[in-house]
């Protein structure tokens, strides 16, 4: 696949998913809201964003920031989560625009899909299956893998450099889908071509920097396509 701006011809693609296919990330905004005021924690609505594609360590400094012990913190996340799955079950996880239809493009391509998530296995099945695109990946990388591989989460290489070892493709015929500064490092780091979807937070200037572009969305990107083959 020829996509004008890269000059390396796709025969790969690697997405994250939270964010990035699904509206998940707006989920947990909401999630930790409605968590934060059964809790009376007081703490401002636009501070969960700082959760949107934090490493390990600034999640760790948040609930530090917010949480007098360990057991509030836990019982704050176990809610946020539970939310956020029941609100999956109830049909409130919805695919991004333009997602399905960039699925069945790259599909009809002959595209190598595969998803690399920093999420949990079960939170990954149940994405998949809830959103009905589970068939249109190869396989997945989820947090398991980082558990069970010892491998380091993004922004480290090491996800993506596990997906493209289990692709059996060189490098540069790979594509990445990012939404986050995180997982756009991460990619980067990798080596790895990234094309930067943004979610809820916008790009900075290390983004402009680190991806090889930027898209509203993907229909943004199914235009580069077509116009490279028009």
């Given at each position: 696949?020829?996509?004008k701006g890269i000059n390396d011809d796709i025969q790969g693609?690697?997405?994250?998913?939270?964010?990035?296919?699904?509206?998940?990330?707006?989920?947990?905004?909401?999630?930790?809201?409605?968590?934060?005021?059964?809790?009376?924690?007081?703490?401002?609505?636009?501070?969960?964003?700082?959760?949107?594609?934090?490493?390990?360590?600034?999640?760790?400094?948040?609930?530090?920031?917010?949480?007098?012990?360990?057991?509030?913190?836990?019982?704050?996340i176990k809610r946020t989560d539970d939310l956020v799955w029941?609100?999956?079950?109830?049909?409130?996880?919805?695919?991004?625009?333009?997602?399905?239809?960039?699925?069945?493009?790259?599909?009809?391509?002959?595209?190598?899909?595969?998803?690399?998530?920093?999420?949990?296995?079960?939170?990954?099945?149940?994405?998949?299956?809830?959103?009905?695109?589970?068939?249109?990946?190869?396989?997945?990388?989820?947090?398991?893998?980082?558990?069970?591989?010892?491998?380091?989460?993004?922004?480290?290489?090491?996800?993506?450099?596990?997906?493209?070892?289990?692709?059996?493709?060189p490098k540069e015929n790979i594509l990445v889908f990012e939404?986050?500064?995180?997982?756009?490092?991460?990619?980067?780091?990798?080596?790895?071509?990234?094309?930067?979807?943004?979610?809820?937070?916008?790009?900075?200037?290390?983004?402009?920097?680190?991806?090889?572009?930027?898209?509203?969305?993907?229909?943004?990107?199914?235009?580069?396509?077509?116009?490279?083959?028009?």
């Amino acid at each position: 696949m020829h996509v004008k701006g890269i000059n390396d011809d796709i025969q790969g693609i690697v997405f994250d998913m939270d964010g990035l296919l699904v509206n998940s990330e707006k989920l947990y905004w909401d999630a930790n809201i409605q968590a934060a005021e059964e809790e009376d924690l007081g703490t401002p609505r636009d501070a969960y964003l700082k959760l949107t594609g934090a490493t390990v360590k600034e999640m760790q400094d948040f609930y530090h920031k917010y949480f007098k012990t360990d057991a509030d913190r836990d019982r704050f996340i176990k809610r946020t989560d539970d939310l956020v799955w029941q609100w999956t079950d109830e049909g409130k996880l919805k695919l991004q625009p333009g997602v399905q239809e960039a699925l069945d493009e790259f599909q009809k391509r002959g595209m190598h899909m595969a998803i690399a998530s920093s999420n949990y296995e079960d939170v990954v099945q149940h994405v998949l299956w809830a959103t009905g695109i589970r068939n249109y990946f190869d396989f997945h990388i989820s947090y398991l893998d980082v558990q069970k591989g010892h491998i380091e989460p993004k922004p480290a290489p090491d996800i993506y450099l596990t997906a493209a070892k289990k692709m059996h493709l060189p490098k540069e015929n790979i594509l990445v889908f990012e939404d986050s500064s995180t997982g756009v490092q991460s990619a980067a780091s990798a080596g790895l071509k990234c094309v930067m979807v943004p979610d809820l937070i916008p790009p900075t200037e290390k983004d402009r920097t680190n991806a090889a572009m930027i898209c509203q969305n993907f229909f943004e990107f199914l235009k580069r396509i077509q116009r490279f083959l028009a």
